[in-house]
């Protein structure tokens, strides 16, 4: 079976400061990772992917996250944020043997403060 | 940028009546999906759908859920006898290819009374 686990709730963060948010997976198979960030009021946004390749991934406002298959993570990472950045961030994962549906976590509320 | 979008943004429906939530899918994709994120709780799949056929469904879509797309552009959940905990946000997906990143729609929310 598959899962996603975010290890933070909530992450509070001061302004330009960096900031690392957390997922682990597990899979019987090789999976796609993603990371969506969900403003308030707002649907979901795709901020990165990792299909195949580099395990570097950069997505949009300067996040970036690695997949790191043997700890089965794949970690958002911001080196300096903005308060623009408050947001709910969701990791997820999809696989063929979920017909590649996303499989969520349960989300980490990025809180920037000045 | 094209986009999914999806009516209306908020439904208030009294329970045991039908409700019909809306999408329009982005128009070259040929996955199509729904999501329901209940308050404080993760986003959770219901069902995916390809060639006009329902390709995966979770334990959720029960005989109470059913996805049609009527026409070449939108893609429909209808719920039949709506209960109180059918209150949530739903979500429209789209994707190119299977194995694509989908692309979401600002979501319905859904209040049952």
């Known amino acids: 079976a598959q899962s996603v686990t975010q290890l933070d709730s909530q992450v509070p963060v001061f302004e330009e400061a960096p900031v690392e948010l957390r997922c682990n997976y597990s899979?019987?198979?090789?999976?796609?990772l993603f990371w969506y960030v969900q403003y308030p009021n707002q649907g979901l946004q795709l901020l990165l992917k990792?299909?195949?390749?580099?395990?570097l991934v950069k997505g949009i406002n300067g996040f970036e996250a690695e997949f790191n298959k043997s700890q089965t993570s794949f970690h958002l990472r911001k080196p300096s944020v903005h308060i623009s950045d408050t947001a709910e961030y969701f990791c997820?994962?999809?696989?063929?043997?979920?017909?590649?549906?996303?499989?969520f976590g349960k989300g980490t509320s990025l809180l920037v403060t000045p | 940028e094209p986009e999914v979008t999806q009516t209306p943004s908020h439904q208030v429906t009294q329970m045991g009546q039908e409700v019909i939530l809306r999408c329009v899918p982005i128009?070259?994709?040929?996955?199509f999906y729904w999501y329901r994120q209940i308050l404080g709780q993760k986003v959770e799949f219901l069902v995916s759908?390809?060639?006009?056929?329902?390709?995966?469904k979770s334990e959720i879509f029960d005989d109470q859920f059913s996805v049609e797309r009527p026409d070449g552009s939108n893609f429909t959940l209808k719920i039949r006898s709506t209960k109180l905990e059918d209150s949530a946000m739903y979500f429209c997906?789209?994707?190119?290819?299977?194995?694509?990143?989908?692309?979401f729609g600002d979501g319905t929310r859904l209040s049952i009374l």
């Open positions: 899979s019987s198979v090789s999976v796609y």
């Open positions: 997906a789209s994707s190119g290819q299977r194995d694509q990143p989908q692309h």
């Open positions: 759908f390809y060639n006009n056929e329902i390709s995966e």
């Open positions: 128009s070259n994709h040929l996955y």
């Open positions: 997820a994962v999809s696989d063929m043997n979920s017909g590649y549906a996303l499989n």
């Open positions: 990792y299909l195949s390749g580099s395990t």
